[in-house]
């Protein structure tokens, strides 16, 4: 069965410095979404991006974060400039339409 | 703004004894919602759509439901290979974007 792929699956990185987030969503799936789950809280949204562009976000998808699709197969999260509030999981997924498959995560640590 | 809220927070079970999680929710109108599964270190896994009320969809031991203000997920005989954190989430009309509940973490010990 197709699944979504992300890497590393441990990231550390220290504060202040860029960190990319890698995922290869499902191939024919053409909805893409990043999402955060902070140690013991909630899955939570941050940016969904459809037709090349971001089409929603939330409050937490600051100047500090961007999306992009390089090529046709690759979705990356940037963050800019990290702060240790952003340690967290953070899971890419895809869909055709609903619901979401998502990857196994990439572990966000920042010191 | 979407709300979703899960009970109970944790729950413990025998093998063999059944039980329903609870998932309450408040959209402006209602796309879908979604059940997932997710265990310890890994994304959530995928495990029902509801889109209307009245709906249950089945898969081996697990049953969902759904009413105009809630979703039950209906546990019957679990195993231990059961124990996972559920997951409920609400796709609002309005929004691409799914909202997710704090998760209910079920135990079933042999």
């Known amino acids: 069965e197709p699944e979504v792929t992300q890497t590393p699956s441990h990231q550390v990185t220290q504060m202040g410095q860029e960190v990319i987030l890698r995922c290869v969503p499902i191939?024919?799936?053409?909805?893409f979404y990043w999402y955060r789950q902070i140690l013991g809280q909630k899955v939570e949204f941050l940016v969904s991006?459809?037709?090349?562009?971001?089409?929603?976000k939330s409050e937490i998808f600051d100047d500090q974060f961007s999306v992009e699709r390089p090529d046709g197969s690759n979705f990356t999260l940037k963050i800019r400039s990290t702060k240790l509030e952003d340690s967290a999981m953070y899971f890419c997924?895809?869909?055709?339409?609903?619901?979401?498959?998502f990857g196994n995560g990439t572990r966000l640590t920042v010191t | 703004e979407d709300q979703v809220t899960q009970s109970p927070e944790a729950l413990r079970l025998q093998e063999g004894e059944s039980s329903s999680l609870n998932c309450s929710y408040t959209?402006?109108?209602?796309?879908?919602l979604f059940w997932y599964r997710q265990d310890p270190g890994k994304g959530p896994e995928f495990l029902f759509t509801?889109?209307?009320a009245g709906e249950e969809k089945e898969k081996e031991r697990l049953k969902a439901t759904l009413t105009k203000k809630e979703s039950f997920l209906h546990i019957t005989a679990p195993k231990p290979e059961d124990s996972a954190t559920y997951l409920c989430?609400?796709?609002?009309?309005?929004?691409?974007?799914?909202?997710f509940g704090d998760g209910t973490t079920l135990t079933v010990k042999p």
């Open positions: 997924a895809s869909s055709a339409e609903r619901p979401l498959h």
């Open positions: 991006f459809y037709n090349n562009e971001i089409s929603e």
């Open positions: 959209v402006s109108g209602l796309r879908g």
């Open positions: 989430a609400v796709q609002d009309t309005n929004a691409g974007k799914s909202t």
């Open positions: 509801l889109y209307s």
């Open positions: 191939s024919n799936h053409l909805y």
